[in-house]
């Protein structure tokens, strides 16, 4: 894994281009089925792919946090919400709130989420290709496939697969 890691963002920018042109042709005229190709991508991704060999999200980049994540969290850690806020977090470019730092601090040494069961919505959901109207959010899909090997997998196995 440390070594797909490594190369990861090269391979990326390779296909920087190539994935632009997919999307934008995506984006024009989705097949009706997208949803359901997209689900069947993912958990095939993911039956191989184990994120505790990887962690390279919560290690490169972090979640934003909304409110209702920062209610549950500072619930779980019996803090007050604003205590949680002083404690771990910023407000970014685009005013959401965002770690003070990376690797995140709820990250252990084997990989595991200190606050699994409570992690932020935007955790839960990484890298999104399960979600519906998969090919809306491209731009965000190409960033993450230099930071997410799985997600770097499905977007090759979509452009095998999926034909607009
Ligand atoms: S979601 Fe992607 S980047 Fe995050 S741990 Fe899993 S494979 Fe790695
Ligand atoms: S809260 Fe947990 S899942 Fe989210 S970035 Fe931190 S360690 Fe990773």
Same mark, same amino acid.
Request: proline share 7%; glycine share 2%; hydrophobic share 15%.
């Given at each position: 894994m440390e070594e797909i890691l490594k190369n990861l963002p090269e391979k990326a920018k390779d296909k920087?281009?190539?994935?632009?042109?997919?999307?934008? $042709?995506?984006?024009? $005229?989705?097949?009706?089925?997208l949803d359901r190709q997209m689900q069947d991508m993912h958990e095939e991704e993911f039956?191989?792919?184990?994120c505790l060999d990887c962690a390279n999200c919560c290690k490169t980049t972090?979640?934003?946090f909304t409110n209702k994540d920062i209610e549950?969290?500072? $619930?779980?850690l019996k803090q007050k919400p604003q205590q949680f806020i002083?404690?771990?977090?910023?407000? *970014?470019?685009?005013?959401?709130y965002v770690l003070q730092q990376v690797p995140c601090t709820f990250l252990a040494e084997d990989n595991y989420c200190l606050i699994y069961d409570v992690r932020p919505k935007a955790c839960r959901e990484f890298p999104h290709? *399960?979600? $519906?109207?998969f090919h809306k959010i491209s731009n965000l899909t190409i960033k993450n496939t230099a930071i997410c090997p799985a997600a770097f997998n499905i977007v090759e196995e979509m452009k095998r697969r999926v034909k607009g």
């Open positions: 920087h281009k190539e994935n632009k042109k997919f999307f934008a $042709k995506l984006r024009k $005229k989705p097949p009706k089925d039956s191989r792919t184990n972090g979640p934003l549950r969290i500072s $619930k779980h002083e404690q771990y977090l910023r407000i *970014d470019e685009d005013n959401d290709t *399960d979600r $519906k109207d």
